[in-house]
């Protein structure tokens, strides 16, 4: 079992960048693959972005492609999310989740283990 801890968020500007980190309990944080998703009022919970348990394979969805970068440091049990160019539509609460099996997949629900979230708020 994992426990994953977001922080890192806040009100920022449009055209801003913030680094949102994702700290994860227990030993074998290496053999999870991690997500970042987040969710706006209203609206569904929306997949950003996927890395492999070594951090070597990612994938993106397309609205964050070329703004967002998702890595990890396995040695700090930590998963970042570099966010740049934000935009108002970026608004939202910025989950990160940890999966067992070792695929991609944007599907929230083939994720294990959640955080409790942090709210990132960009304005015009």
């Known amino acids: 079992q994992v426990q994953l801890v977001e922080s890192g968020g806040g009100l920022v500007q449009a055209g801003d960048s913030l680094r949102l980190s994702c700290a994860a309990s227990g030993r074998t944080f290496s053999r999870y693959a991690m997500g970042w998703f987040r969710q706006a009022p209203g609206k569904e919970r929306e997949f950003l972005t996927y890395?492999?348990?070594?951090?070597?394979?990612?994938y993106y969805a397309d609205s964050v492609k070329g703004r967002f970068t998702i890595s990890r440091d396995n040695a700090k049990n930590t998963v970042y999310l570099q966010m740049n160019t934000l935009k108002p539509e970026d608004t939202a609460v910025y989950y990160c989740?940890?999966?067992?099996?070792?695929?991609?997949?944007?599907?929230?629900?083939?994720?294990?283990?959640w955080g409790q979230g942090t709210q990132v708020t960009v304005s015009s």
């Open positions: 989740a940890a999966k067992i099996l070792n695929r991609a997949t944007p599907n929230p629900r083939e994720y294990d283990y």
């Open positions: 890395t492999s348990w070594s951090g070597r394979n990612t």
